[in-house]
């Protein structure tokens, strides 16, 4: 049987066609708030997702922007019934996106390179 994710599809279309983006990752984490008092008889099982979006069309752009331009792609997925309760987002450059990889693999191999003076 197919995974049945229209809300997740449609995001990632209207994301895709809008932004360009090099990266688009979509994660679905309903299920870990499908307890939540507020998420009480709701049938859906795509409310709650985090989306890491690199994109130049972010460029020169604050994060509040960044997040206003996607929420306004979404509007009416948040406003449906049993829509989107929940939308965490990352949102960067390529060229942000480039330095945190150089950070992390910086970070990786400080330990390796160490120099340790010993007097």
């Known amino acids: 049987m ?18 360009k983006p090099s990266t688009l990752e979509i994660h679905n984490d309903s299920h870990l708030h499908s307890h939540h008092k507020a998420m009480a008889g709701s049938t859906s099982q795509e409310t709650h997702f985090r989306v890491v979006i690199t994109s130049e069309a972010f460029k020169s752009k604050m994060q509040p922007a960044r997040h206003r ?13 049993g829509g989107i309760h929940a ?3 990352r949102t960067r450059t390529l060229e942000e996106e480039q ?10 191999g400080e330990g390796v390179d160490a120099k340790v003076d010993v007097a």
Not at 2 to 19: G, N, S, W
């Open 2 to 19: 197919a995974l049945q994710t229209p809300m997740e599809d449609a995001m990632r279309t209207k994301i895709t066609e809008a932004l």
């Open 69 to 81: 331009m996607v929420y306004a792609l979404l509007k009416e997925e948040m406003a449906r019934e």
């Open 87 to 89: 939308l965490q987002l």
């Open 99 to 108: 330095k945190q990889a150089e950070r992390e693999a910086a970070g990786k």
